[in-house]
């Protein structure tokens, strides 16, 4: 029989404590400098680990997975600024696709975010685990609290306006933050569906870094809990 095992990652011990703490039944492995924690959560056989901040440790985290835990299926759970100016901290975007806003190939006139190779600049999240998402998110947050569409990644923590303004011109992210577009990038590689899931912790403005460590943990235990919701129902 196929066993299915759902990767659930996180950037930050923050993003995946209560995930841990509520699994049954954990086996915990290293792999380069990566814990990985496989087990049970809501029922479901999962591998849970922290990837670190970043691109790069994103990809190396999610190619890990899928490698070496036979993922069929991956879940980023975690916090980034607002981009959208309607959307306040702790309010929830899930992710309808994902672009890298950093990756830039414009002087070979390649549009900004362009991936050498790719045809388009977003990256779709799966259709199925986004309505699950969503559906697991309002029944926790409301539906005012709750958002689709667009998250911009990049190798930058964004805390100032002039770059808010532009990452939503640009791109019309709702939200930015670190890692996701890398695990989609990876995910998309294998033919794995994806979806990510992020709590605004800052407004990504000139107060971002006050507002991030201020709504850090309740942002991420949001996120984490919506992603134990989702799991009962996949
Ligand atoms: N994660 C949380 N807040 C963020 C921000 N302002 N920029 C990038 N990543 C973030």
Redesign the pocket.
């Known amino acids: 029989m196929f066993l299915e095992r759902i990767a659930i990652i996180g950037a930050l011990d923050a993003e995946i404590e209560i995930l841990l703490k509520a699994m049954q039944e954990t086996k915990k492995s290293t792999i380069g400098r990566t814990v990985f924690f496989q087990g049970k959560l809501s029922g479901k056989n999962v591998v849970v680990f922290k990837c670190g901040v970043g691109k790069v440790n994103a990809a190396i985290g999610s190619n890990t997975a899928i490698l070496k835990f036979d993922v069929s299926k991956i879940i980023f759970t ?5 981009i959208d100016k309607n959307l306040n901290i702790l309010d929830l975007v899930i992710s309808t696709d994902l672009v890298q806003h950093d990756f830039d190939l414009t002087g070979f006139g390649c549009p900004l975010g362009l991936i050498d190779g790719e045809k388009s600049i977003k990256f779709k999240a799966d259709e199925t685990l986004v309505k699950i998402a969503y559906d697991s998110a309002i029944k926790i947050l409301g539906k005012n609290k709750v958002t689709l569409g667009t998250i911009a990644t ?1 190798d ?4 100032n306006k002039k770059q808010v303004d532009f990452i939503g011109d640009t791109f019309g992210a709702k939200a ?3 890692e996701g577009a890398a695990v989609a990038q990876v995910a998309l590689n294998y033919n794995l569906p994806f979806v990510v899931l ?1 709590a ?5 403005d000139g107060s ?1 870094h006050m507002d ?1 460590n201020e709504f ?1 943990p309740l942002a991420a235990e949001h996120s984490a809990k919506i992603v134990m919701s989702m799991l009962e129902t996949l």
Do not use: H, N
């Open positions: 975690g916090i980034a600024g607002a990049g930058q923590f964004v805390a930015t933050e670190m992020r605004m912790s800052d407004k990504a971002a991030y850090k």
